[in-house]
């Protein structure tokens, strides 16, 4: 069973910038792929930024062309850059592995902890 933990979170102002890392440990990575996804309250969970089987990636309309996810091979880990922050986008954030051909289906896979961001107005 691998483990998938999240860091970077925090409170940043409207229009500000986070960069939030994902950590795996004890995960074979060769047919998985690996995204990012949040939960804001009283919402479900959402796709927000995620690789697909062949490499290339997968955002959510909300956050196309500020969100940027990227593979940290250094650190055998997925970061999300964040630009241009709204408080719409305050919610906790999860890093996910599944099977690649389960890729659409997330829940089949496994969550980090999730981390907190918090956009204030």
């Known amino acids: 069973q691998g483990l998938l933990v999240e860091s970077g979170g925090g409170l940043v102002q409207a229009g500000g910038s986070l960069r939030l890392s994902c950590t795996a440990s004890?995960?074979?990575?060769?047919?998985?792929?690996m995204g990012w996804y949040r939960q804001a309250p009283g919402k479900q969970r959402e796709l927000v930024a995620r690789f697909t089987p062949g490499g290339s990636t997968d955002y959510a309309d909300s956050v196309k062309g500020r969100f940027t996810i990227s593979i940290n091979s250094n650190k055998n880990a997925i970061d999300l850059q964040m630009d241009s922050l709204k408080p719409e986008d305050t919610a906790v954030y999860y890093c996910?592995?599944?099977?690649?051909?389960?890729?659409?289906?997330?829940?089949?896979?496994?969550w980090g902890q999730g981390t907190q961001v918090t956009v204030s107005s």
């Open positions: 004890g995960i074979i990575y060769t047919g998985k792929v």
């Open positions: 996910n592995v599944v099977q690649a051909s389960l890729y659409r289906f997330p829940n089949l896979g496994s």
